[in-house]
């Protein structure tokens, strides 16, 4: 049984759909990222498992117990907020030992443990700062803290690593990953960045105006994404929009526009209508200039602009009337190629995912 | 099937009714009912009132009169103020730093006592008159404070506060960068001015400019007592009301409300905040040193100077609560020279008893105040709940009516029972004080309030919440700490403009529950001078003190809202 399920979840503001009909299960020590951009119901979403919304409908289960109408401070679940919301009146022991104290455990039990988490986040002596005194690395641990303390089933954070500066954002990813898989703890992450989420989660849940667009691995949201908002989202994409022209010998017969053949092996069925334009994902990195033994050859192309950017060169390329980004990585043997030159463009028939 | 959420909607709507009750019935209903009873006369509803008031060319006067002192005191107040938040705030020379500060003394003092202090130093037998006739050896006083000019020198003197205050602080959040890229455009130093600063400080100027209009408008204690006759609408009201006229003063109270009602919506209107809020975040500007070894000193001088003829009625009314009561006549300065009005002041029960008067009441109000504005401040910034731009606007009405205007609508109200018209009898009781003071301070209190909830970060509730703690155990813990120190210094505002109150309680008061400026008033008719400095040395000592103590807390505030 999952630990926390989420069962046709829904949350409506007067005419606006925040969260529609979502259903998830997180399974106990898992780490799952809500992903999306602005206004996508990912924010309403932890709001919603946290007690601080009663959904429109709906309902939201932990241990199989439904919680839906329980009020916040009876579900045991932690919530780190992405202002902190550290309280400015009173100091980090104060702060960590709030939750306890409000849940009447004894003194020294108390004192035990918010030293035992001071520790975990490396914030030992810092028990008498006000919050004026921390740097925002140090107000994050401690809010992270305080809500540790308190042993919740599921752990929330709502875009907890927004709040700091580009080199301490990577320092405290990678800390804060440590310390979930450690503690085997539960969490669902909020955030609007793709790769907080590839690093973190063990699995991506992408919401796109209050709709699941995809539940998976980082990997499958890469490499199979659901849709062409999920593949336009993650990472950067070329759509090739491809006319199904029939079945050829163990292999799918396509045609660009201008009607160029692309002959692709592809394993699976796929149901595919004669005359039909479907649209596939072509991802910069898999472009290749060389036919090479499982590779196929697309088409001509001319190279528009390109860019050094140290690993890597970036390529723009228009053929058949498509503008296409390529991604070579930059080794010593490779050659660079010149704005204006023509180049074969081939790509593996794996790298061709189609998108429904 | 939600048990928790329907309870806290029946409280909620509970809470919501008797706000919004209260409301209606204590600041609308009376305004509304004088304005019926304005239309009325021997039982039948007529317009005669009002056509008697246009009529009467001495009503067109008042009425002209207290507009033109209005827009007068605005104007005056304004070159005051503005080029003094100007010169504290942009650039620095010898003594700025206390003279910024000693710039707002004005606001230490209480209207009629600024007016008595004005009185002693510049009235016909005040210390700068005769000062002068004797230093010239003329027959009579060459100065006078009297009439228009007086009433508009004491306005200017005491409201250019406000310009200056709006002002600076306007100045203290302003985009400077703003001014840079103007003369980097090619905009020259008197351009960019008129054209950036000045209209990015049109906020600060409209708010000010509306504070120093509605006071003039509703300012009674100058033309009271300077004003040798000249007719203005607060005082024609009281007047009219004096000799029995009432429904005249319906009228004159019905057509002042309006005026400035009128005024208010036009200057709202024009200010439309939003414009001139920088999209940048702003970089800040220190006060420039002037260049000049001269022209720093000769503002250093200039700037003692003004400050000294700032704190002249200060220094007048101290000096004068020292002395013999009956014994100042036609001398320059008191002659004699006694503790004894301060010593009366708390040893003698016909002293003591108006000061403990008006502490009991203004204490009520106040209590009832932090408790209507708790409730009032949590439904509309909290829940926002609907109908929060019609309770907005019942919270600011009181704000807008003059004194005198909310002595006479709870006059006319209140003067029978008859709970089936929402109507008690107050006239005459000891709780038609403190139930003004209440509706007067309600605007103070709420926003103050208002201001803390808005603050105040709703996420630490919600941590709070989901910490394992109650509503209640949150609520103690954490919302209640951290709106104390608003809290605190809106009620002390409130409870020192309640102690000091004068316009409303001179037509509502009872000859047994006289507060504090009644008595000042009463103490000033017997020529006891000195008695009634030493009441007002009371109150601007106890304004003094809460300021201190608000501004503390204030900035104890301002601290706690860094997260």
């Known amino acids: ?356 | 099937m939600k048990p928790h959420r329907q309870n806290v909607q029946w409280s909620l709507l509970i809470l919501y009714l008797s706000v919004l009750g209260l409301l209606l019935w204590l600041v609308l209903y009376p305004n509304l009912y004088i304005f019926v009873q304005s239309l009325k006369r021997e039982g039948g509803f007529t317009f005669l009132n009002y056509q008697e008031f246009f009529l009467n060319p001495s009503q067109i006067e008042a009425l002209s009169n207290s507009v033109l002192i209005s827009l007068g005191s605005v104007f005056l107040s304004a070159s005051i103020g503005v080029p003094l938040a100007f010169a504290f705030n942009l650039y620095d020379f010898p003594g700025r730093r206390i003279l910024a500060a000693l710039a707002s003394l004005p606001v230490l003092l209480p209207p009629l006592v600024g007016v008595v202090s004005f009185l002693f130093l510049y009235g016909e037998s005040g210390i700068l008159s005769r000062g002068l006739q004797y230093g010239l050896g003329l027959k009579d006083p060459p100065v006078a404070l009297r009439g228009v000019w007086a009433i508009l020198f004491v306005h200017a003197y005491t409201m250019y506060v406000y310009f200056y205050l709006f002002v600076s602080a306007g100045l203290r959040r302003f985009d400077f960068s703003l001014v840079e890229a103007s003369r980097s455009l090619g905009a020259s130093r008197v351009r960019t001015f008129f054209l950036v600063t000045l209209r990015l400080l049109t906020p600060a100027m409209t708010g000010a400019s509306l504070l120093t209009f509605m006071t003039s408008m509703a300012s009674f204690s100058a033309p009271y007592i300077f004003g040798g006759g000249v007719r203005v609408l607060a005082l024609q009201i009281y007047n009219s009301k004096l000799n029995g006229d009432l429904e005249m003063a319906l009228v004159e109270t019905v057509i002042l409300t309006a005026t400035s009602i009128f005024f208010l919506i036009l200057l709202r209107r024009y200010e439309g905040t939003e414009r001139y809020r920088s999209v940048s975040k702003g970089t800040q500007r220190p006060p420039e040193l002037v260049q000049g070894r001269f022209l720093r000193m000769g503002l250093g001088v200039v700037g003692v100077l003004a400050v000294l003829f700032l704190l002249l009625p200060h220094f007048t009314l101290i000096l004068v609560s020292f002395s013999r009561d009956g014994t100042w006549t036609t001398e320059i300065l008191p002659p004699a020279y006694t503790i004894e009005n301060y010593r009366r002041l708390f040893s003698s029960t016909q002293f003591l008893d108006p000061i403990l008067n008006s502490l009991e009441m203004a204490a009520l109000a106040t209590a009832g105040n932090l408790l209507f504005a708790l409730l009032a401040g949590y439904l509309i910034v909290r829940k926002r709940v609907r109908g929060r731009l019609l309770l907005g606007m019942l919270i600011l009405l009181p704000w807008a009516l003059p004194g005198t205007v909310l002595g006479l609508s709870l006059a006319t109200t209140f003067d029978r029972y008859d709970p089936l018209q929402g109507r008690l009898l107050l006239v005459g009781t000891y709780w038609i004080l403190p139930l003004a003071y209440f509706i007067r301070n309600i605007p103070v209190v709420v926003r103050a309030v208002q201001a803390s909830f808005e603050q105040f970060d709703p996420a630490l509730e919600e941590a709070a919440r989901s910490l394992g703690a109650t509503w209640l155990y949150s609520f103690r813990r954490v919302v209640f700490p951290m709106i104390v120190p608003g809290v605190i210094s809106g009620s002390l505002l409130a409870f020192v403009a309640a102690l000091g109150e004068f316009v409303t309680s001179i037509v509502i008061y009872t000859i047994h529950n006289r507060p504090i400026s009644i008595e000042i008033l009463a103490q000033l008719r017997q020529f006891n001078f000195g008695s009634a400095a030493a009441y007002g040395v009371l109150l601007v000592m106890l304004i003094a003190a809460v300021f201190v103590l608000s501004e503390k807390y204030s900035s104890d505030g301002a601290q706690l809202g860094l997260s």
């Not at chain 1, 800390?175 to 063990?202: C, N």
């Not at chain 1, 209050?210 to 499958?220: A, D, L, M, N």
């Open chain 1, 1 to 356: 049984m999952s630990l926390l399920e989420l069962q046709n979840l829904t949350q409506r503001f007067g005419d606006l759909t925040a969260v529609d009909d979502l259903n998830l299960s997180v399974d106990a020590g898992e780490f799952v990222s809500l992903l999306g951009p602005s206004g996508c119901g990912k924010t309403t979403t932890i709001r919603l498992i946290a007690g601080f919304l009663i959904p429109t409908a709906g309902r939201v289960l932990v241990s199989g117990r439904e919680i839906t109408n329980l009020p916040p401070e009876r579900r045991n679940i932690g919530m780190v907020f992405q202002s902190y919301a550290l309280f400015p009146h009173l100091n980090v022991l104060e702060n960590v030992a709030f939750g306890l104290r409000a849940k009447k455990i004894q003194k020294n039990q108390i004192a035990d443990k918010v030293k035992q988490c001071l520790a975990l986040v490396n914030l030992s002596g810092y028990e008498s700062r006000t919050m004026t005194q921390l740097s925002g690395g140090e107000q994050q641990r401690v809010a992270i803290a305080r809500t540790l303390v308190t042993q919740p089933q599921i752990l929330l954070l709502d875009e907890p690593l927004s709040n700091l500066d580009a080199s301490l954002r990577e320092q405290t990813r990678k800390q804060l990953k440590q310390l979930t898989r450690a503690l085997g703890i539960t969490a669902v992450f909020v955030t609007h960045d793709q790769e907080e989420a590839f690093a973190l989660s063990d699995r991506i849940v992408l919401l796109s105006r209050g709709v699941c667009q995809q539940i998976g691995t980082p990997r499958e949201l890469y490499h199979s994404p659901a849709n062409e908002f999920v593949a336009q989202f993650i990472g950067k994409s070329n759509l090739l929009p491809l006319r199904f022209e029939g079945y050829g010998q163990d292999c799918l017969i396509f045609s660009f526009g201008s009607g160029v053949e692309l002959r692709l092996r592809k394993a699976g069925m796929l149901h595919l209508r004669r005359g039909d334009v479907y649209r596939w994902l072509l991802r910069p990195e898999a472009i290749q200039f060389e036919k090479m033994p499982d590779n196929v050859r697309l088409f001509e192309a001319r190279v528009l602009a390109q860019q050094f950017t140290g690993a890597f060169s970036e390529y723009e390329l228009e053929g058949e009337g498509l503008r296409l980004l390529a991604l070579q990585m930059n080794l010593s043997s490779s050659r660079a190629l010149q704005v204006g030159e023509t180049v074969s463009i081939h790509a593996s028939p794996d790298a061709i995912h189609l998108l429904s």
